[in-house]
């Protein structure tokens, strides 16, 4: 059975950075596009980052991240990391990482940012940032 675990979350300060760390147990991430969402209680499910796990990695950042978060992978680990800088309280949600089969256009229409795309999902790990 195909699992996706999250880790790296935790409490930290407004303006800290926390690295968040996803793998999968009978998933080899070779063919897919691994993404992050997050969610916050009584908010909707929102994309955060997404990188094609193939040769080409290429990389998507919802506009509220950018700059301050990178999206990396590992391909001898089966690893994609999320380094989060200058956390601010309002991102307080839980982080979950998402496989996609087949990776997602560098031009053009993309839906990267499409939760239904998502094959796998993981269970998630809380991020807590406060002020």
């Known amino acids: 059975e195909v699992q996706i675990v999250e880790s790296g979350g935790g409490v930290v300060q407004a303006g800290g950075s926390l690295r968040l760390s996803c793998t999968a147990s009978d998933l080899s991430f070779e063919n897919y596009a691994i993404g992050w969402f997050r969610q916050a209680p009584g908010n909707e499910r929102e994309a955060v980052s997404s990188?094609?796990?193939?040769?080409?990695?290429?990389?998507y950042y919802a506009d509220s991240v950018k700059g301050r978060f990178t999206i990396s992978k590992d391909n001898a680990k089966n690893m994609v990391y999320l380094q989060m800088n200058n956390l601010k309280p309002e991102e307080t949600a839980i982080y979950y990482c998402?496989?996609?089969?087949?990776?997602?256009?560098?031009?053009?229409?993309?839906?990267?940012?499409?939760?239904?795309?998502?094959?796998?999902w993981g269970q998630g790990t809380q991020v807590t940032v406060s002020s």
């Open positions: 990188i094609n796990f193939s040769d080409d990695g290429v990389i």
């Open positions: 998402a496989a996609n089969w087949g990776n997602f256009p560098a031009v053009g229409a993309t839906m990267w940012d499409d939760k239904t795309e998502y094959d796998y």
